[in-house]
């Protein structure tokens, strides 16, 4: 029997073999033995309560024991009166190992066992502590009061956190703590001297060993009352360093000469040999190895404390792809597959996981997803990978705890990019659903440190997640069971809310067209505005596409009509072409005493003119009132530099213009018709109640926005450079007028400490105060057609949507072959139509967009794509010169039969080059 591990308490001791079973033997008055009883024994007995758990690591305290396995679990028996259990105040005497739930899934590599306290390293460096800390020797910086003598659960040491630990040694009640680049630190009692601080007060929190500090400390550890420390010089030789109590000559000298060291002490007879960068220390005594005088040590390994090897299972891309033996491949995948705390240590950067928090994971996603790809590529590989990932997600503890520590979230980022191969799991809908329903039960820091990571994300890594949740949730939505979907969506609003704050991709992304096409419109709404204390998908909008939106803002309307008994079925509008603005005015007002009737169907009614209003004459109404009203001649709106609608704010126009435009785009929601005005974000933005911000400026009006960009990060004297006061100059008719933004505000320069309030001031002006008598006009009138509980669900971008269309920077003009219709004696199989329908295909995207303008009046999408827009192609006699012609109010095409394709293309592009029109140039 090879033994690998022996551990020495007060009177027991434990060892590990090379099958990583645990002997014991030694005092077992409180089970430190962990045989399950309290029998002491004179002999090693097998320790079978690990019950085959493979043991990696032993350490012991006075009368108390841990364990550590290859799969990461942190055991502790015996006497718990102090804490030093980790298992809570109620845990006593325990006689088999119990576990250490507080650190259930982080990826712990060494424990270390003091008189009555415990400390467990990570992977990263975290050092997590408890126990008894009556002098500090927890180092949490304050010393536990009477009544709380002692630290009942794992808790993080926060002073030696990024200070890259890699050992922990433990005395009766004082700490050790080696730092990768060699930097000893010390704390708790020293009484005897055995901080090695000069003196013999207590240190609450770890603190430098400053004799020792310039040189390279590579091992240490604590006896009783003293400490010692191998250093390793510049000449490749090593010295032995002591300090502490010294009642049987354990700092190398005689007791006499030096009853204790307050300081680090040199161990004059081994100063100059090699000694092994690992060491020893019993209650009274030292023990180091003392190696061949032409050893040389690695400087670069001598930092790290070697029994950390092979301590925890993990993986990393090379053993997967160095061509490992294939048997021996696949044990280790079921290791670490099967635990959460060996996913959590592996795939990890070298340096960037050291610096493992808020900001960085440490796992190289690159080396994740190569590695995936080489493993499912071996079926063998994969199905050991797939077995244990399904035996550890059903597990009841990985749902029901979920992880309390920022290292043991990598297992969620790891286990998403697993899921991008769904198609190859047994079952993958177990696996995803009790995944995403560990991620749903985190604490809120934890979601908060989940958020920041996500954030750092790619474009491409981010995009991956979101479409592996979205995956879930499509094949979940047919089922029905709504209880399903409640855990998938938690988390997906989760990254939601990361690619809000972060605009990693297009929000559309988070449509789901398979839950928004399945959304029970009428009932679902009902149960959101009684708001019903079930799952609700309108609760999530997000989920939801344009087109599910659109029919729940007409459910509204609906159920609005329905509360309300109301003579006739339609709004009629009778005006004169001659009166258009005043007749539709006079109307509109007079319907306000009722307004349930604005969101009836429209009629329009052209007196003297015989057209029956079926969709065309209501929409050449509002191309013709909306082309009057933002004529800029009008003088009510003026024109940015990006060509969009802005509010004069100098117009002379009264408010019930402005009132009138406001109803004017309700009614076109309302009415599924798309109109052709162009309003910048900050519009439909306020309308939802949001204030401007200085995005919202820019993307209106860039230059202005791209100057206060500069205002606020320019270094250096702000007032010579920009020469600024609190004030804004406009014009009026030719006069200069002037606006403080501020009382005072045109004697207050701007300078680098209030730079901020005049930006914020200045956006707020511009965007709201200079255009507030007209936008309060606009809004009473939008609000008055669309006081509507639906529009809640509604962003500002799907509100421009609803009223003026999607933008598409790919629009495919042969969806309008849908739902077209041909006239004068085209087909559908005509040479000419088959000729026609090629030339659109091949369009380049402006032409598409100028051609969508040319027929339809508006270059936008409708909401329900193309295919929902009636589309009709006349035939304008046999072949000529002509150019094509349009009705944009009935989205009508009369064209010539050219003679060639080639023809064909010439005269449409012709015509289009030539076709412009508001919002089109």
Not at 200 to 207: C, F, G, Q, V
Not at 796 to 824: F, K, M, P
Request: charged share 20%.
């Amino acid at each position: 029997m090879v033994v690998l591990q022996v551990a020495c308490g007060e009177h027991h001791t434990l060892c590990i073999t090379e099958t990583c079973d645990v002997f014991a033997w030694g005092k077992n008055n409180c089970g430190q033995l962990g045989l399950g009883d309290f029998t002491s024994t004179s002999k090693p007995r097998h320790v079978k309560t690990f019950h085959g758990k493979a043991i990696a690591a032993v350490a012991c305290g006075k009368e108390h024991s841990m364990a550590l396995s290859r799969q990461g679990e942190v055991f502790s028996f015996g006497n718990g009166n102090q804490g030093q259990l980790g298992r809570g105040k109620l845990q006593g005497h325990a006689p088999s190992p119990l576990s250490v739930d507080d650190l259930a899934g982080v990826p712990i590599v060494l424990c270390a066992a003091g008189g009555y306290h415990c400390f467990a390293l990570s992977v990263s460096g975290s050092a997590y502590c408890w126990g008894y800390n009556h002098a500090g020797q927890l180092g949490l910086g304050q010393a536990s009061d009477a009544d709380t003598l002692s630290c009942w659960s794992p808790t993080i040491n926060r002073y030696l956190r990024g200070k890259l630990i890699v050992n922990i040694a433990c005395g009766d009640y004082h700490t050790a703590a080696l730092s990768k680049n060699g930097q000893l630190y010390t704390f708790g009692a020293g009484d005897s001297g055995q901080l090695g601080h000069g003196g013999s007060e207590n240190e609450l929190s770890p603190r430098v060993v400053f004799e020792l500090s310039g040189k390279r400390v590579v091992a240490v550890a604590c006896g009783r009352f003293h400490t010692a420390a191998v250093v390793l010089r510049e000449n490749n030789t090593t010295s032995l360093y002591a300090w502490g109590a010294n009642t049987s000559g354990q700092l190398g000298a005689s007791p006499h000469e030096l009853p204790r060291a307050l300081a680090p002490n040199l161990v004059s007879p081994l100063h100059g040999k090699v000694l092994a960068p690992v060491i020893a220390c019993g209650a009274e005594h030292v023990a180091v190895a003392v190696l061949p005088d032409c050893t040389t040590l690695d400087p670069e390994m001598a930092g790290v404390n070697l029994d950390h090897a092979g301590t925890l299972a993990s993986l990393d891309l090379t053993q997967v792809t160095c061509g490992a033996n294939e048997g021996l491949l696949e044990h280790v995948l079921g290791v670490v597959f099967g635990s959460q705390s060996c996913i959590n240590s592996s795939f990890l950067d070298k340096q960037a996981h050291l610096s493992t928090g808020l900001h960085t994971s440490g796992v190289d996603l690159e080396a994740v997803r190569k590695a995936f790809t080489v493993i499912f590529s071996m079926p063998r590989a994969r199905d050991c990978v797939i077995s244990a990932v399904e035996r550890l997600t059903s597990q009841p503890k990985f749902v029901m705890s979920p992880p309390t520590n920022v290292e043991s979230l990598r297992m969620y980022l790891i286990l998403l990019e697993l899921a991008t191969f769904r198609a190859l799991f047994t079952h993958p809908d177990m696996v995803l659903s009790r995944t995403f329903r560990s991620i749903a039960a985190l604490h809120e820091d934890m979601k908060t440190t989940l958020h920041s990571w996500w954030s750092r994300y790619s474009e491409e890594q981010f995009a991956g997640v979101v479409s592996v949740v979205q995956n879930h949730l499509s094949v979940l939505g047919p089922r029905g069971d709504s209880r399903e979907l409640v855990a998938p969506v938690a988390v997906l609003k989760e990254l939601y809310s990361v690619n809000e704050e972060s605009h990693i991709v297009p929000f559309q992304r988070f449509y789901n067209d398979v839950l928004s096409s399945a959304l029970d419109r009428e009932n679902s709404y009902l149960r959101w505005i009684r708001r019903d204390n079930v799952f609700n998908l309108l609760d999530n909008p997000f989920l939801l596409n344009t087109i599910a939106k659109s029919d729940l803002f007409h459910v509204d309307a609906a159920l609005e009509q329905m509360g309300h008994q109301l003579e006739g079925e339609y709004l009629v509008l009778q005006v004169h072409r001659e009166s258009l603005i005043e007749d539709t005015i006079a109307l509109l007002s007079a319907c306000e005493i009722v307004p349930q009737v604005f969101q009836r169907p429209l009629r329009v009614i052209m007196r003297g003119e015989q057209a029956v209003d079926e969709g065309g004459v209501r929409k050449e109404f509002f191309q013709l009132v909306t082309r009057e009203i933002f004529n800029p001649k009008y003088g009510m709106f003026v024109e940015t530099e990006k060509r969009q609608a802005w509010f004069n704010q100098v117009s002379l126009e009264n408010e019930q213009e402005f009132h009138l435009v406001g109803v004017l785009l309700g009614l076109a929601a309302y009415n599924r018709v798309l109109l052709p005005v162009r309003f910048p974000l900050v519009v439909y933005m306020m309308l939802r109640g949001f204030a401007p911000t200085l995005a919202l400026l820019k993307d209106a009006f860039p230059i202005i926005g791209r100057g206060l960009e500069e205002l606020l990060a320019f270094d250096g004297d702000i007032e010579e450079a920009f020469c600024l006061m609190f004030a804004v100059n406009y014009e009026r008719y030719g006069e200069i007028g002037v606006h403080e933004l501020k009382p005072g505000g045109a004697s207050l320069p701007v300078r680098e400490d209030n730079r901020n309030e005049y930006v914020k001031l200045f956006v707020e002006y511009m965007c709201r105060d200079a255009v507030q008598r007209q936008f309060t006009a606009f809004k009473c009138g939008f609000d008055l057609v669309c006081a509507n509980h639906a529009l809640q669900l509604f962003r500002a971008e799907e509100l421009e949507s609803l009223i003026c269309g999607e933008t598409s920077e790919n629009i495919d003009l042969l969806h309008l072959r849908r739902n077209v219709v041909y006239d004068g004696g085209f087909s559908d199989d005509h040479p000419f139509i088959r000729n026609f329908w090629d030339v659109l295909s091949h369009l380049p995207q402006p032409l598409r967009k100028k051609f969508l303008f040319f027929c339809s009046g508006s270059d936008r999408v409708p909401i329900a794509g193309l295919s929902s827009m009636r589309f009709i192609v006349q035939r304008a006699g046999p072949d000529s010169n002509s150019l094509p012609t349009a009705s944009t109010c009935f989205n009508y095409l009369v064209i010539p039969e050219y003679s060639t394709e080639e023809k064909l293309r010439e005269r449409l592009c012709t015509a289009l080059d030539n076709c412009e029109g508001f919002g089109m140039r």
